[in-house]
């Protein structure tokens, strides 16, 4: 198991940009995928990002395409994603996950895939 730890969310202007950190201990974090997810109030929880073991290979939600990117830094154990041109609509809870991958290619989009979470770190996006 790998614990993940979020940070750098908070309140920003439509048109502005936030990057979201996520922080591995207790296992190989190497050996996992990383996915960011999102739920907003009242809603369930959705897809943003993916990214692969040694993230070469990398997918996004349509609705952030162009505007968020996923990365990974193997040797200090984070995730991040940086999000650009934020609208009031991504505002939410952000979620990091990890998923034990068994293949350098192998990540997932299902939630239900992932037993890792972090605690989760608002985006508040004001319009």
């Known amino acids: 198991q790998v614990q993940l730890v979020e940070s750098g969310g908070g309140l920003v202007q439509a048109g502005g940009s936030l990057t979201l950190s996520c922080a591995a201990s207790?296992?190989?974090?190497?050996?996992?995928?990383m996915g960011w997810f999102r739920q907003a109030p009242g809603k369930e929880r959705e897809f943003v990002a993916v990214?692969?073991?040694?993230?070469?290979?990398?997918d996004y939600a349509d609705p952030v395409k162009g505007r968020f990117t996923i990365s990974r830094d193997n040797a200090r154990n984070t995730a991040s994603l940086q999000m650009n041109s934020l609208m009031p609509e991504d505002t939410a809870v952000y979620y990091c996950?990890?998923?034990?991958?068994?293949?350098?290619?192998?990540?997932?989009?299902?939630?239900?895939?992932?037993?890792?979470w972090g605690q989760g770190t608002q985006v508040t996006v004001s319009s």
């Open positions: 207790g296992g190989t974090f190497s050996l996992y995928a």
């Open positions: 990214i692969s073991r040694i993230g070469e290979t990398k």
């Open positions: 996950a990890a998923a034990f991958a068994p293949r350098y290619e192998t990540m997932w989009s299902d939630s239900k895939r992932y037993n890792n």
